[in-house]
């Protein structure tokens, strides 16, 4: 490790150094008195050797400190790694290497805004240790946990088939394995979409370079001017293991659809089961209930955490809406920038009917969907105790239940009425996590 000091510009007393650590990063220092008030320009250039001798640019930057009536102290951090490719074999060490030196090119040039300037040059030697796992694949980024340990993490989001290739692992070497299926779509007429299955598996040992893997997609929703079930969810696939679409939601009068998670049933004037859920991968649809006959509330679709609500009313009064189930919370272990923030598999509202006499509806009510990306149902519209010619959303796009959030699999939302279309459910998800050293 070299240290070099030197002052630039008399006049202003700046005082720098730079100190490349043998490792992954630079520090490069700036500190100093201002007597002049000057103030200061501060660029950057980088440039790394290759295994053949020849220097690449990774890194320019130019940062300027305006504040001339304070002192100059600060420190800029460059991590060397993230600029350079996990691909590019030219830099990093190979996988019988444990770790590869290569030579760093620094130039850092100030200058002061009364013209004076300097240029220093410096070539450091800095050593790069890979990670006894790395891979390609997906989209890639690093989440540090509360633990402060880091993993890598590769999200696989876009529909279709994929394949995971390990460059480099050892006996030792294990990932986690999430894998959502495809969310069922919402009924026309009513029942919210499962949610598809979800399967996590930890500390799973990897024993070969290449992994292949589907993610599925989500149901459509049922076309609005039909009483029409919604799609079931495509499956999701990592190796062996298989994550079931979510069941579609159920029309009037019909049981939701079995899935990885139960589609929400249609209503009747007697109960009407949702869709079953798989045991291990989702839960149950709500059911749907009317004792009346007289209004109408679909069941919502079952999610990965619990199972979704029934949608119950009696004598003309709404007893209870059919929520989508909840998902499962993932944030602790792969952030919140996938998924719903991090939640997963939540499943969609169930849709609502109104009638002359509903006396407990409001404009604007709604069927939530589940946390995890579920869809709400369509909106409740026509006021209080509304008339029979303003069912709710009969020709309104308000009534038309809500999509799901994609890479999710959360279910769709049921549509209102016959008139109203169902939400499409949410495509699935693969995300593989591994820890760093």
Known sequence: MSTSSGIIGAQAGLIYYSNPSIATSINISLSGINSNNLELTTKYNIKF???????????????????TTQDINFTSQIDVLSHVSFDDSDFLPSNSETSRTRKLDIEVIFELSNGISDTVKGSFDVTIQTPSINATGGE?????????????????????????????????????????????G????????????????ENININQNQYSLTVGDGGMGADSGQTEYGSDGDNSVFDSWNAIGGGGGAPYGNKGRDGGSGGGSGTESQIGDGGSGISGQG??????????GRSGLAGGGGGAGSVGEDGLSSNGRIDNYGDG??????????GTSVGDSGWFAGGGGGGLEGRTDISNGSTGDYAKGGLGGGGNSGILEGGDNMDVSDRPGQNSPKGDGENAISN??????????????????????IIIRYQLN
């Open 49 to 67: 050797c290759d295994i053949s001798d020849s220097y690449t640019q990774i890194y320019s930057d130019t940062r300027t400190i305006s504040d």
């Open 140 to 184: 890639s980024y690093k989440f540090t946990d509360e633990n402060d340990i880091t993993y890598r993490i590769h999200a696989f989001n876009t529909i279709g088939e994929h394949t995971i290739e390990f460059n480099k692992y050892d006996s030792q070497s294990s990932m986690d394995v999430l894998v959502v299926g495809g969310g069922g």
């Open 283 to 292: 839960n149950d649809g709500g059911g749907a209930n009317d004792n009346s």
């Open 325 to 334: 189930g909840i998902g499962l919370d993932f944030t602790d272990l792969f």
């Open 408 to 429: 999710t699999g959360g279910g769709g939302g049921g549509g209102n009425y016959d008139q109203c279309a169902g939400g499409k459910g949410g495509s699935g998800v």
């Open 186 to 201: 919402g009924a026309s007429h009513r029942g919210g979409g499962g949610a598809g299955g979800l399967i996590f598996n």
